[in-house]
Nanobody, 128 residues
Framework: QVQLVESGGGLVQAGGSLRLSCAAS????????MGWFRQAPGKERDFLAA????????DYADSVKGRFTISKDNANNTVYLQMNSLKPEDTAVYYC?????????????????????WGQGTQVTVSS
C-alpha cells in the first residue's frame, strides 16, 4: 500500500503558475508509475500526465502539453506537477495517483483504472 499526499494548490490569476507536490510513503518501491489527474465539478476525472519511476519518461494530455511538466525526486519519493500559463478552465481538484502494474503503452496509463492508490486531492482555482 502506498499513501499519497498532495500539496501546493491554491488560488492564482490566469497566466500564473503553481507547482503541485505529491509525497509518497509506504511500499513506494513497488510502484511502476505516477500520474496526475484533475476533476472539475460535475465532470469526470481526467488524465493530465504520467511518469515512470525507473526511467523518468513521461506522457501528457494534449490539453496541458507544453504548459504542464511532471517530474520526480526518487530520493524523496515525491512527484511534482509544474503548471504554467494557467487558465480558468484549469480550475479543478488535482489528484496524484500510483500505478503498480507494468504498462506496455502510454495509452494504458491514461486511464483512471490503471491507478490504484490516490491522494486526497488539492484544489486549484484560476481566476480570470
Amino acid at each position: 500500500q502506498v499513501q499519497l499526499v498532495e500539496s501546493g494548490g491554491g488560488l492564482v490569476q490566469a497566466g500564473g503558475s503553481l507547482r503541485l507536490s505529491c509525497a509518497a510513503s509506504g511500499r513506494t518501491f513497488s510502484s511502476y508509475a505516477m500520474g496526475w489527474f484533475r476533476q472539475a465539478p460535475g465532470k469526470e476525472r481526467d488524465f493530465l500526465a504520467a511518469i515512470t519511476w525507473s526511467t523518468g519518461t513521461s506522457d501528457y494530455a494534449d490539453s496541458v502539453k507544453g504548459r504542464f511538466t511532471i517530474s520526480k525526486d526518487n530520493a524523496n519519493n515525491t512527484v511534482y506537477l509544474q503548471m504554467n500559463s494557467l487558465k480558468p478552465e484549469d480550475t479543478a481538484v488535482y489528484y496524484c495517483a500510483a500505478s503498480f502494474r507494468y504498462a506496455s503503452s502510454w495509452f494504458q496509463l491514461r486511464s483512471v483504472s490503471a491507478f490504484s492508490s490516490w491522494g486526497q486531492g488539492t484544489q486549484v482555482t484560476v481566476s480570470s
